[in-house]
């Protein structure tokens, strides 16, 4: 079966052009399905039916996996077994009349408004650490690039003048996003000393560097969330996709139009964005209870 994974993995990045990140989660989620088939001596896709594909799943919930773990595995399984069809290595697809598994749809954590200018200030020390830490957060807050994009950026990929910054996102799609002034201007004072001091005369190309002056890593970005939250006494569980989550969530409060919004998110399909509907809703009943007479 292996043998069919490396084609379909091939064909996912060939034909269908996903991420690095996207194949990864893919081939995880595929491998663990093919080693619990071995178990069973299934080996050959002919033989594998519906009852093996929902006992997988039964025993992925066994081992703790969400709901929204287990709907993903299965979204992969289903493409692999389509594939196997399509390519004429089976006659049918076992997964397909299986339902995902329903999971409540968990909303998002949020910064408020004054939250994030709690994060926001604690990078305001003057020092050119600091200058770096402020410009990240500044521009994830500003553009909801996710924490991927964002430690992708390159020089050329940003137009401070017109106040616009190129990204490639899922699927190797590009947008446009608007930057705003507050991150335009962090930027530009990040360039002007603690990009220069970081590069150390090398010549990566990649925006926001490390002390090492190399391009930074997504596991890096989330330290330096971590010890910006702590340094503003903010008690909420946050990750660098809630700044994100708060850009979205900001925009609609203040009256943004959910395509606008699913534009500048790079989602790919509506539904994505519209969970965000769900957060403005829950904040104006948490506004209700609060302040009306009788809430």
């Keep these: 079966m292996n043998q069919f994974l490396d084609l379909f993995l091939n064909y996912l990045l060939v034909e269908k052009g996903l991420t690095r990140n996207t194949l990864e989660a893919y081939s995880r989620d595929l491998s663990v399905y093919l080693n619990f088939l071995a178990g069973r001596g299934l080996l050959d896709p002919e033989r594998i039916t519906a009852t093996d594909v929902v006992e997988h799943l039964g ?11 287990r709907a993903r595995a299965l979204s992969a399984i289903k493409m692999f077994h389509r594939f ?3 390519e004429n290595h089976c006659p049918n697809n076992p997964a397909a009349i299986i339902e995902a598994p329903r999971s409540l749809n968990r909303l998002p954590d949020v ?25 990240m957060l ?29 990204t490639m996102g899922k699927g190797e799609k590009e947008r446009l996003v608007p930057m705003g002034e507050s991150a335009q201007a962090a930027t530009m004072e990040y360039l002007q000393a603690a990009r220069r001091k970081a590069a150390k005369g090398g010549n ?44 979205a969530t900001h925009l609609l409060e203040n009256g943004a139009d959910l ?5 500048m998110l790079g989602h790919a399909d509506l539904s994505s964005t519209q969970i965000y509907t769900h957060v403005t809703r829950e904040r104006l009943k948490q506004l209700h209870q609060e302040f009306h007479p009788r809430g």
């Design 138 to 166: 500044e521009v994830l807050y500003a553009t909801g690039l996710r924490v991927s994009e964002l430690v992708a950026l390159k020089l050329k990929d940003v137009n401070l003048d017109a106040g616009y910054l190129l």
């Design 259 to 263: 395509r606008s919004v699913q534009i």
């Design 111 to 135: 910064l408020s408004g004054r939250e994030v200018e709690q994060l926001l200030d604690s990078a305001r020390s003057g020092d050119l650490k600091d200058e770096r830490d402020l410009a």
């Design 84 to 86: 196997l069809m399509v």
């Design 204 to 247: 990566c190309d990649i925006l926001f560097l490390s002390r090492l002056g190399h391009g930074m890593t997504r596991q890096a970005f989330w330290n330096i969330i971590k010890k910006r939250v702590g340094a503003a006494g903010i008690r909420k569980t946050i990750s660098p996709h809630s700044l994100r989550h708060s850009f």
């Design 59 to 69: 025993h992925l919930k066994e081992r703790g996996l969400s709901p929204r773990s």
